[in-house]
């Protein structure tokens, strides 16, 4: 899903650099830095961005454009929120681009698709599941953890499909029979990636999943 340039109209290039913009003002302005301050936090935050970016250059493609790999999106948002996630996974789309995977005029459009759409709908899921179903820990794992990384994959996915079919860099009979459809697939692998490590992190490093609640989950009933 990494664009290189040229794959899209100039139009399309430009308009996402202003739709771009305010995502990451609005990250920047109000992500919780303080809790970066502590060297534990900030380490745990920069080695899940080496790690989502070795993850991203394992790709597979066949056409510009039409490459596959696992986003770790979910795990990343479900550790520190959707702010810092936005602003890690920015500077992963910035890391891969500079290594030769994408392109700078395409840089917004990879951003808005990699690291501005998966936190959103990861954090999405999260707190829907967090307002309807019981405060259980295993719900957490599995809903947020497996179902999260499994839902934003292919959300994002459709999301990339469209914008292709919309934009005419191919035809949309051809994104929907040769690309979409693989994005089934990816899913099962990015719900087992997320809901292991989501579990690993749960029980060995609580301390990095600011989204999971010791008081919510492990309560004494």
Do not use: C
Not at 60 to 83: D, E, K, Y
Not at 107 to 129: H, Q, Y
Not at 168 to 190: I, K, M, N, R, T
């Amino acid at each position: 899903m990494n664009f290189p340039d040229g794959l899209f109209s100039p139009v399309w290039s430009g308009s996402a650099f202003a739709v771009l913009f305010p995502f990451v003002i609005w990250a920047l302005w109000t992500a919780p830095w303080r809790r970066l301050a502590d060297s534990t936090q900030l380490h745990g935050w920069l080695g899940t961005i080496v790690v989502v970016m070795l993850f991203w250059r394992i790709n597979a493609g066949v056409r510009p454009g039409l490459n596959l790999h696992i986003l770790g999106a979910t795990t990343f948002t479900l550790m520190f929120g959707r702010q810092l996630a936005v602003v890690g996974l920015g500077i992963v789309v910035a890391a891969v681009t500079a290594a030769g995977v994408g392109g700078w005029s395409a840089f917004a459009l990879n951003a808005l698709m990699l690291a501005v759409l998966p936190p959103f709908i990861a954090d999405a899921i999260r707190r829907l599941s967090e307002r309807r179903l019981p405060a259980n820990m295993f719900v957490y794992i599995f809903v947020a953890g497996f179902f999260g990384g499994a839902a934003t994959v292919a959300v994002s996915g459709l999301a990339a499909t469209l914008l292709l079919a919309l934009a005419h860099v191919y035809p949309a009979h051809l994104l929907f029979d040769e690309f979409f459809p693989y994005y089934s697939l990816l899913g099962f692998a990015e719900a087992w990636m997320n809901g292991a490590a989501v579990t690993l992190l749960v029980v060995y490093f609580p301390q990095w999943v600011g989204s999971f609640d010791d008081r919510r989950y492990l309560r004494r009933k």
